[in-house]
Every structure is written in structure tokens, then in C-alpha cells.
């Protein structure tokens, strides 16, 4: 009864629950609570427990559609199971044990600081509290509805203020007409209420209108003696009731009485919700630091934002040309493969180049994205690869080699033998070299623009070779890298009318 004293407003929720069957008996074991796009919060309402504490334990489970990476904690995960111990009482929770799931399969389990936690209301815990703290019996039915009745008793027994009263003061009383006037009360005893004048109605919009406008002041006049009025004088109308503003003490008996009134804010003067922090945040594909934020995270990844020569694009409308051939130098090499965090990552040793335009840059490294980011004609490829060149002014070069859904790779499927298990794992496997022109397709015409890089800094003046011929990958190869990025690809950027060349 005390939480009731203090929060009338869960009344109306105990009688609507008191009327209501309890739903989660019936419900699926896992029930939605809130869903937005990338992420479902859902409610295992199967293992709902009531402890001997007077509190409730309760699983939750956070869905994400992509993989989220904790750098701290060197964690990769796609769900997190918690259980929670509520306090239906006092409307708080404390978190007791974390459980982290990587499509599906757990990758950690840790216990948690179970420190209680207040729920604000109309948030997300508040709807889980909501949900878990229903009654779930057909005896907490029956208990929430004495509940109910004893708060409605209590109500009903509860003094109730007299309400405010107003009078009108007739002309008869005195000479001068009061406004107000606080109700005869004994001195051991404060007032109970308020007189007030008594308002039309009709003009009770303007009460002022139809007042007649105050007379000039009238001369000073000598002291005349009193003269006894004739029998059949005229009759004086009464003078008008006259509307004052309450003075102090009477505006805190009314306070008294009928409660504070709350104020009501002006636009200028309400709270503006606060700005995301971005300090922490690290450049990712979803959530806040996803593409649209990536020039809010660092100063120096602004030109994410402002560039105006940002890829990928989508490649259409260049004119075509006789584009020289790409000159590849690529050898079998030993590989260095990492999982950096956004994507599968593979270093060769030295002695692989490219040349074009009279300019030979050196293979630096590359790279998988899914799907392509590139898109030729508003279609999109089920994965792409970037070879990443770099001269020695530092100028860099990018070939895209778009990949679809067919037969195996050899050469694919070697480096996904070696697939490191952890972020940031490195794999140098000994002895075992791969053939990166096996990696080209056979027709060697492509797309040629300057653009940027595709991750931040969002670096320009790249300049970007997209070879039309795709290569083929299995669907299982595709669905394995699918398992650690199912979405990797930066949205495609504005053309802002840049010449894009293409091979005829």
C-alpha cells in the first residue's frame, strides 16, 4: 500500500491488471517488447520466477541484426541474454549475470555488478518492468484485486476538501464593495475555504469588457450639511462589482486547498534532449557509428561528411573509351590474414604491383566487403574485393573485382581455411602461397573515376578502377564470411558530376 500512497497513478494500472487475464501464460516463450531497425529486446516470458525476497527474475535478450564489436573487451556478438532481478515494489531492477551469443552459440558469460537501477518512466525498463511484474496466477489475480479494493476504501474514507465558494456582495452591505473576502474563521482554526465573487459566465473571457470606463477624479468640495432626500427620490442603481487580483496570503490558501498548479513551459524554455555522445564511439556500419556518423567521431574524419569526391558511387552514364590495360605484376605469394574488426583483411609480401597511366604503385594489401559497395547501374554484387595500391608519393590506387554467386574459388577458399579465430588474430601460415592473378577475372575492361576511400578518414584524390567481368564464389564461401560481416559496404556517395570512364 505505501508504493499506492506514493504513486497514485498506479491505481488505474492495478485495476486494468486486476481485470485482465494473465497474458503471459499464454504467451510465446520469447516476447517482443520493443523492436526499431537492427535491434529487437525481447522477454522470455517462460522463465518469469517470483523470489522469496519479494522480487522477480526475469531473462531479457537484446537481438541485433549485424554483429557488434566491443574493441574493449575484444568481443564480437550478435545477442546479449540478461537476467534481472525487479522489484515490482519500487520500480527497480539490478542486472545479475550477462550472457553474450554470436549467431546463436554463447561466447561469453559473466556476472554483473547487480547494482539496483531505478526505471524512468515511459523508457524501454519501464516496459519491461511493466511485463514482468503482471500478474501471471489466477492468486496474484486475487491479490491484485484486494489491492485494488483496499486503495479504492481508502480513497473513498479520505477527507476531501470543501470546495471554493463565491458570494456576491450586495450593494447593501457596505459603501464600498469588496471582491473577496476570506471566510469568518475562528482564531484556533484556519480557514476552510474561499469567497469569491460570483462571475458570469458569458463574459467570463473578459470579465473587464462591459465595465464603464473609471470616472475623472472629482473636485474637492466644501462640507455641505446634511440635506434628508425627499420621499419620492430616484432610485440609485447599486454600483458595480468590482474584480481584484488575490492577495498573497489568499493565493496560499488556495494553494492550500486545491493543490499547486503546475506551470506550463514555453517552447524556448523546454529542454532540449541531449546530444548522442560520440566520444567513445568507434567507426562501425550500424548504430552510432555508422556511416552517417563517421565525420561526428573524429575531427579528422570530417571529410566523410564534406568530400565531394566520395565512394563508392553507383557507375553509370560514363562516357566509353579506349582505356589502356592495367599492367598487373602479381606473383604467388605467402599471405599474412587478419580479422581487423570491419572486415577480413590479407598483406603479401613485396615484388606485387600494378601499372597504369605510367605510374607503378605497389600492392599494399586487400580487403572483403558484402554486398559490393560499388554498383554498376544500380545493381549491386553479392561481394567485392579491393586490391589497395600505393606509390611512393603516396598516392593510391584501388581495383575492385566484383564477386557473384557460382563455383568455388581455390583461392578464396584457401584463405578461409586460414580464417582467424579471434579480432585481431594474425594467421602467416608456412609454406602455403596464393595466386592473386587468379583473383582477376579473365576480360580485363573496368570503370575508371577519382574517388575517396571507402572507410574513414574518407581520404580523396584516389583514383578507382572497377573491372566489369565479375568472378564467381560459392554461396558457401559467401555465407562464411556472411557469419562475421553480414554487412559491411558504406553507402553509396554523390556523383557530384564527376567524369567516370569506361572501357568500350
Known amino acids: 500500500m505505501s508504493i499506492l500512497k506514493h504513486r497514485p497513478s498506479l491505481w488505474a494500472a ?31 516470458a517462460g522463465r518469469i520466477s517470483r523470489l522469496k525476497n519479494g522480487k522477480t527474475a526475469a531473462w531479457t535478450r537484446l537481438t541485433l541484426d549485424h554483429p557488434v564489436l566491443d574493441f574493449e ?51 524501454l525498463d519501464a516496459r519491461l ?16 484485486a484486494a489491492r485494488v479494493a483496499e486503495l479504492a476504501r481508502a480513497l473513498a474514507e479520505a477527507p476531501r476538501p470543501r470546495p471554493m465558494r463565491a458570494e456576491l456582495v450586495s450593494a447593501g452591505e457596505a459603501a464600498a464593495p469588496r471582491a473577496m473576502k476570506v471566510a469568518d474563521a475562528a482564531p484556533s482554526e484556519k480557514p476552510r475555504f474561499i469567497e469569491l465573487p460570483v462571475i458570469d459566465k458569458s463574459k467570463a473571457e473578459d ?29 440609485v442603481p447599486p454600483p458595480p462589482v468590482i474584480i481584484q487580483e488575490p492577495s498573497r496570503q489568499q493565493r496560499e490558501l488556495m494553494l492550500a486547498t ?14 532540449a534532449p541531449p546530444a548522442p555522445d560520440f566520444s567513445h564511439v568507434h567507426w562501425g556500419y550500424t548504430g552510432l557509428g555508422g556511416p552517417e556518423n563517421w565525420h561526428k567521431l573524429r575531427p579528422d574524419y570530417a571529410l566523410c561528411a564534406t568530400g565531394k569526391r566520395q565512394s563508392p558511387i553507383d557507375i553509370r552514364g560514363g562516357i566509353k573509351v579506349d582505356l589502356e590495360p592495367i599492367q598487373f605484376d602479381y606473383k604467388p605469394s605467402q599471405f599474412r590474414i587478419v580479422d581487423n574488426g570491419h572486415t577480413v ?47 611512393y ?28 579465430l579471434e579480432v585481431g588474430m594474425e594467421v602467416a601460415p ?20 577519382m574517388g575517396s576511400l571507402t572507410t574513414p578518414p574518407c581520404t580523396e584524390n584516389v583514383l578507382w578502377m572497377v573491372f566489369k567481368q565479375p568472378v564467381q564464389v560459392s554461396p558457401e564461401q559467401i555465407a562464411i564470411f556472411a557469419r562475421l560481416y553480414p554487412y559491411n559496404a558504406r553507402p553509396v556517395q554523390p556523383t557530384n558530376d564527376r567524369l567516370i570512364k569506361g572501357s568500350r
Open 14 to 44: 492495478l485495476l486494468a491488471l486486476s481485470c485482465a487475464a494473465p497474458a503471459s501464460v499464454l504467451a510465446a516463450p520469447w516476447q517482443t517488447i520493443a523492436q526499431e531497425a537492427g535491434s529487437r529486446v525481447e522477454l522470455d
Open 73 to 123: 573487451n575484444r568481443l564480437r556478438y550478435t545477442a546479449v541474454l540478461a537476467l534481472n532481478h525487479y522489484d515490482c515494489a519500487q520500480g527497480s531492477f539490478a542486472t545479475q549475470k550477462r550472457i553474450y551469443l554470436l549467431d546463436g552459440r554463447e561466447i561469453r558469460a559473466e556476472a554483473a555488478a547487480a547494482r539496483e537501477q531505478f526505471v524512468v518512466p515511459d523508457s
Open 129 to 144: 518492468l511493466e511485463a514482468v511484474c503482471r500478474p501471471r496466477t489466477v492468486g496474484e489475480l486475487h491479490e491484485t
Open 207 to 235: 470579465p473587464y469588457k462591459n465595465l464603464p470606463p473609471p470616472a475623472p477624479p472629482a473636485a474637492a468640495k466644501p462640507a455641505a450639511a446634511p440635506v434628508a432626500a425627499p420621499a419620492a427620490a430616484a432610485k
Open 258 to 271: 486545491s493543490g499547486p498548479r503546475k506551470a506550463v513551459k514555453k517552447k524556448s524554455e523546454e529542454s
Open 345 to 391: 583483411q590479407v598483406e603479401v609480401g613485396e615484388g606485387n604491383s600494378i601499372t597504369v597511366m605510367g605510374r607503378t604503385y605497389p600492392l599494399v594489401q586487400f580487403h572483403f566487403h558484402r554486398p559490393s559497395e560499388e554498383r554498376i547501374n544500380g545493381k549491386a554484387y553479392d561481394m567485392v574485393i579491393h586490391f589497395v595500391h600505393k606509390d
Open 393 to 420: 608519393d603516396n598516392s593510391l590506387a584501388v581495383v575492385a573485382v566484383l564477386l557473384e554467386k557460382g563455383a568455388e574459388h581455390p583461392v578464396i577458399q584457401t584463405l578461409w581455411n586460414h580464417m582467424p
Open 430 to 449: 608456412p609454406g602455403v602461397l596464393i595466386d592473386l592473378a587468379r583473383l582477376l577475372p579473365e576480360k580485363r575492361e573496368y570503370f575508371t573515376y
